[in-house]
T-cell receptor
Framework: QKEVEQNSGPLSVPEGAIASLNCTYS??????FFWYRQYSGKSPELIMF????GDKEDGRFTAQLNKASQYVSLLIRDSQPSDSATYLC???????????????FGAGTQVVVTP | DTEVTQTPKHLVMGMTNKKSLKCEQH?????MYWYKQKAKKPPELMFV???????INESVPSRFSPECPNSSLLNLHLHALQPEDSALYLC????????????????FGPGTRLLVL
């Protein structure tokens, strides 16, 4: 079982619709969860982080965390063509399992927003 | 200001060359990282410098050698690389790796695109 799992996509979303991205993780003691956006050929850019159960909203982005289900998601409302990118889910595991701040990355979900 | 800078942006080198990648941050962060990213794959952690202590991913070959001249600079020395080392090399920094506070976040630089011929 991979430590962090995401659907690779591509996830095709009509412009103006909601894109829903999912991520599951295996370490129940994981503390912090991050969503990075990566355009082709560019470096990852942090768009959201969450560490408490529930929802966290920032503009058109909402991160949702359910630690009991070991599940974190990202919603992108009013999707725009500029949202077309790969979205990486990253998890900081329990300090008991890692002592040097390693982030565990999922494989990424490619999102394609079609006009 | 969440800027991490990396130079050069692109690098082409032969298998017998020695080169260095440079990374700098001015955010007062105490942890810096080198990642390697192949196409359509997530970043893979290579090295971490935190409070002047180096941690190594043991799968990284010795032809990669990190150096941390001070808390804001991180270099990656390259020697006798192989074509399979061609990748995007990413530097990142975060405030305090040792404490691992829940809010601690890694910020990436723009990367160096390396091609080994």
């Amino acid at each position: 079982q991979k430590e962090v799992e995401q659907n690779s996509g591509p996830l095709s979303v009509p412009e103006g619709a909601i894109a829903s991205l999912n991520c599951t993780y295996s370490d129940r003691g994981s503390q912090s969860f991050f969503w990075y956006r990566q355009y082709s050929g560019k470096s990852p850019e942090l768009i959201m982080f969450i560490y408490s159960n529930g929802d966290k909203e920032d503009g058109r982005f909402t991160a949702q965390l359910n630690k009991a289900s070991q599940y974190v998601s990202l919603l992108i409302r009013d999707s725009q063509p500029s949202d077309s990118a790969t979205y990486l889910c990253a998890v900081r595991p329990s300090p008991r399992t890692d002592s040097w701040g390693k982030l565990q990355f999922g494989a990424g979900t490619q999102v394609v927003v079609t006009p | 200001d969440t800027e991490v800078t990396q130079t050069p942006k692109h690098l082409v080198m032969g298998m017998t060359n020695k080169k260095s990648l440079k990374c700098e941050q001015h955010m007062g962060h105490r942890a810096m990282y080198w990642y390697k990213q192949k196409a359509k794959k997530p970043p893979e952690l290579m090295f971490v410098y935190s409070y002047e202590k180096l941690s190594i991913n043991e799968s990284v070959p010795s032809r990669f050698s990190p150096e941390c001249p001070n808390s804001s600079l991180l270099n990656l020395h390259l020697h006798a690389l192989q074509p399979e080392d061609s990748a995007l090399y990413l530097c990142a920094s975060s405030q305090d790796s040792l404490r691992q506070g829940v809010r601690e976040t890694q910020y990436f630089g723009p990367g160096t695109r390396l091609l080994v011929l």
